[in-house]
Antibody, heavy 120, light 110 residues
Framework: QVQLQESGPGLVKPSETLSLTCTVSGGSISDYYWSWIRQPPGTRLEWIGYSYYSGSTNYNPSLKSRVSISVDTSKSQFSLRLSSVNAADTAVYYC??????????????WGQGTMVTVSS | QSVLTQPPSVSAAPGQKVTISCSGSSSNIGNNYVSWYQQLPGTAPKLLIYDNNERPSGIPDRFSGSKSGTSATLGITGLQTGDEADYYCGTWDSSLNILVFGGGTKLTVL
């Protein structure tokens, strides 16, 4: 059974870069799209973007200038980098797998989520 | 303000049926497929419905999805106290070029 686990700092200073890693276990990282989704406290889900295992990416235009998602197939990991963070980037960050059986975007496997706070 | 509009809350008694609506536009629900997620308190979202009305393996048939025009609906029958959660709809928005989620609906099973 495929499982995802996020890891990374829980506290990031304003203007610095947020870096998170998601480790895929119990299945292959190949042939899937891998995504990051965040949820600010008490609010709705926000899609950040996704990367195909081969490297092609698609990002939320509102974050595009600051975000990068990459996949390391040798480590079965994919990563998120979000630069120039501010308080509005405080959220629970989830990694997720795009559902392969789905005709269109849906996410069938999620990590447990990791809280990231932006504060000095 | 969300591109997709959901009622903030719904409630019903155990054993009853409830529906949760998700209203959008032609750039999202009207021309794309809808998915639904259940988020129990303190946990990650769980996929309930994809492609408007398909259930992943393991999701009971008490959960159903439908779409008509620019609105989608999640139905839950035989309500259980364990169904108390936040429910989110999601779809692609072709104008904004992003995947969008509704604001979420909190289900209370009285």
């Amino acid at each position: 059974q495929v499982q995802l686990q996020e890891s990374g700092p829980g506290l990031v200073k304003p203007s610095e870069t947020l870096s998170l890693t998601c480790t895929v276990s119990g299945g292959s990282i190949s042939d899937y799209y891998w995504s990051w989704i965040r949820q600010p406290p008490g609010t709705r889900l926000e899609w950040i973007g996704y990367s195909y295992y081969s490297g092609s990416t698609n990002y939320n235009p509102s974050l595009k200038s600051r975000v990068s998602i990459s996949v390391d197939t040798s480590k079965s990991q994919f990563s998120l980098r979000l630069s120039s963070v501010n308080a509005a980037d405080t959220a629970v960050y989830y990694c997720a797998r795009r559902c392969s059986a789905c005709l269109h975007d849906a996410f069938d496997i999620w990590g447990q989520g990791t809280m990231v706070t932006v504060s000095s | 303000q969300s591109v997709l509009t959901q009622p903030p809350s719904v409630s019903a008694a155990p054993g009853q049926k409830v529906t949760i609506s998700c209203s959008g536009s032609s750039s999202n629900i009207g021309n794309n497929y809808v998915s639904w997620y259940q988020q129990l308190p303190g946990t990650a979202p769980k996929l309930l419905i994809y492609d408007n009305n398909e259930r992943p393996s393991g999701i009971p048939d008490r959960f159903s999805g439908s779409k008509s025009g620019t609105s989608a609906t999640l139905g839950i029958t035989g309500l259980q106290t364990g169904d108390e959660a936040d429910y989110y709809c999601g779809t692609w928005d072709s104008s904004l070029n992003i995947l969008v989620f509704g604001g979420g609906t909190k289900l209370t099973v009285l």
